[in-house]
């Protein structure tokens, strides 16, 4: 790989760019700090290419983790057998929590007494 400086790059762009299409790894500095690579298409493409398949095989093995984090749940925590479907079961319940919103909204709350510290 080769190093420049952004100077030289000034300098030279078209032989620069000529090397790096050829394959050719350029490392651009100024002030002897990195600034920037350049590289050709193909590298880029083959990277993003590669980046790509690992993150589809992350997501892939992570989807296979909720499944069996899914399986172990159910045996841990089998569903009731009620007779209710999940819907049913849903239903329900919220029919029993809007009746204890209702109760609780229907009482009224009376103030405090406070003494008149007169």
């Known amino acids: 790989m080769r190093t420049i ?7 030279k ?14 490392l651009i500095e100024r002030d002897h700090k990195p600034l920037a690579y350049l590289v050709s298409v193909e ?9 790509r ?9 992570a989807l296979d983790r909720l499944v069996a984090l899914g399986k172990e749940m159910r045996q841990k925590y ?5 007779g ?5 079961w849903r239903r329900q319940e919220y ?10 909204a229907s009482r009224r709350l009376t103030p405090p007494v406070t003494e ?3």
Do not use: F, W
């Open 13 to 26: 762009l078209g032989e620069i760019l000529d090397a790096a299409s050829a394959g050719e790894r350029i």
């Open 78 to 82: 089998p569903e009731p057998d009620d």
């Open 5 to 11: 400086t952004a100077t030289e790059l000034r300098m």
């Open 95 to 104: 029919e029993r929590r809007a009746e204890q919103i209702d109760r609780a």
């Open 53 to 61: 398949e690992r993150r589809v095989e992350r997501r892939l093995a």
């Open 116 to 118: 008149d510290p007169a």
């Open 84 to 88: 209710l479907t999940y819907v049913e």
């Open 43 to 51: 590298d880029v493409e083959s990277h993003i290419a590669s980046d």
